[in-house]
């Protein structure tokens, strides 16, 4: 085993190695690119990249958007919306995005500080859902801020399967952190965005995901999944109105969405709000509800969540996997529990079993073991 | 003083690091770019990039993908949402686009035939608003097919003034080609696409230009037009649901829009559809709306956008302009011509006076002159 003294040795090695690396690198880029620039200005000029960014507070609809580079956001995932996400934050200048996730991470940080030098990167090409990795995401969600030791203002997941927006949901749980999420549904005509704040609105956990109902026939859903579709057009959407709902959250400007969906088939955009559920499964989030109503009960907030159409879930009820990602309406009648009252256009990935059954007599009920249903919710 | 577990830690980190650094100086000696793919494939492997389009057909959202190569798009203008729809449109495979706009069309060309060899590219850096540029144009919207000497299927709008938009306007009446127009306001924060058919749906001198009410007080409206500001992820959107409809109207799926609005402050999207003007200006769109006609009396249409909310414009009005662009509802209050009967969230660029007054009067009865208002109209 390793001794201390041999591990500081390593690290100073590794260090220099790493300097002498970015060195070569610094040199070989000066070829493209623009100069850093040290002050956001409005002036409009053709070397000022952010005039038209500037041109926001003589509109009067930001403040002070200068601030948007004292911002750190963590971008989890650099597929399809999570790229686009990324390359968005770059152009509006945000101060430092992280981007955890797989083999893409490098070129897009490649191409990302081509876009905007101005911007810091932080890239970790690795799977969050493995307890290592998992450890080091909370680690750099506490202490990744733009001065490291702080936290990031805002983690958003843009990851593609089940697992992973459950650790994201832990970690953000267990730190009181803010986060959005996003998803685009396997078929890709739909998606959403979702404003999770633990303790006021619900998490991931308190709810079965919502996933904007595609009003596709039922004989046309997709059934083994070897290839889920995915649109350009879709993914530059949901990208979009997640980005400009960083942007509201962070900047203080507009209504900021807690659940924005969109339906590409109908052009439709529903959105809700929902409460966190006091009998969610995360000890976590029931720790952060129990703070958020004493902070609440000393000093009351005007425009909290509870203010927004509130959406009925069942409190009395376990949980249990019914019906995955895009639903039909068919199906969601055809569920055995309890549906949540939602707007319309805006359905979940599975119902809630009544509290007299048991999630396991449940799961019996459907055709699907719980496996294939954990497998199909991967997808979502 | 650090524990083994730290330094264990910042060794990982450090050599995660210097991976990356080292990847990344490779990646950017690589000359990128792939091999052109003689046909679009449904095959999933790394090496097709077209396997998520074609999980569309296998979804049941579209039955036949690979027709997207048959088409070719003209693409008005290269700013922010004609940059990103040109990318788009590439990225989905199209058969080819066109590219017609100022100085940045080369670096769009360039940039785009990277990301997709497969797409034919035709570009044309000009002005399309003087008399020789305008008959070049039409000469491309009517020969500039993939196939030379066959139509375009569809022009796009993406251009940031009044001019371009009437010289498109004008050219798609006369040819009676099928254009989608696309806007994003002056304050960045609305936008909307909309889709003409002419002789069918209002044209672009059929009725005020349609915009979406920003809800902004009405104090902060910019009164000078130093620089209009922009967002990226405005334009995300705008451009995303541009090409969403794009596809939708090319290879028959979905619900095509024929007015899709972008409320960025609320997160509201208002839809409508208009039919064209009796009385319209343009004389090219009075004989496409007779053609129309007898069209519609020979073989009647069973979706004719007349079964859609339809929206009265008093059709014994002239036209007289009144307020421009972002309009509050105050000052269309104010405005002395009669408001068409639109839905929530949509508003008009400004409104017609009644018969009785002439043009001339309604100017002096604002504090502008015509050019005045021109000039901001400009600025749309």
Redesign the interface.
Known sequence: M???EE??L??RE??N??IK??Q??SS??QVHGRAKIEKMSAE?VDSNPY???M??K????VDNYEKIRSFAVAVVGVGGVGS?TA??LA??GIGKPHQAGLSK???A??TLRNINPDVVFE????NITTMDNFT?LMDRISNGGLEEGKPVDLVLSCVDNFEARMAINTACNELGQVWMESGVS????SGHIQLIIPGETACFACAPPLVVAAS??E????KDG????????????V???L???V??YLLG???V?YY?GYN??????P?MAMKANPQCDDKHCRRQQEEYKSKETEHPKQEAVEEEEEVVVHEENEWGIELVSEVTEAELQAASGPEPDLPEGITIAYTIPEKEETSGQTVEETDRSLEELMAQMRKM
């Not at 003589?58 to 609809?61: F, Y």
């Not at 890239?123 to 690795?126: A, G, I, R």
């Not at 004989?219 to 997709?222: A, D, G, Q, R, V």
């Not at 590409?264 to 955009?269: E, G, I, P, V």
Request: aromatic share 4%.
């Open positions: 390793a001794t201390v591990l500081k390593r690290v590794l260090e190695e790493l690396c970015k070569r690198r070989e880029e409009v005039s038209r960014l041109a926001l003589r509109m009067g609809i686009v390359e968005m152009r509006c991470v490098e070129a940080e490649h890239t970790h090409n690795y080091h396997e078929n890709a005509v596709i026939d004989k046309t859903l997709k070897v290839c889920a579709a995915s649109l350009p057009t879709t993914m530059g959407v990208a979009g109105i980005v400009q709902n942007l509201k400007f507009g209504t969405s924005l590409a088939m109908q052009d439709f955009f959105t």
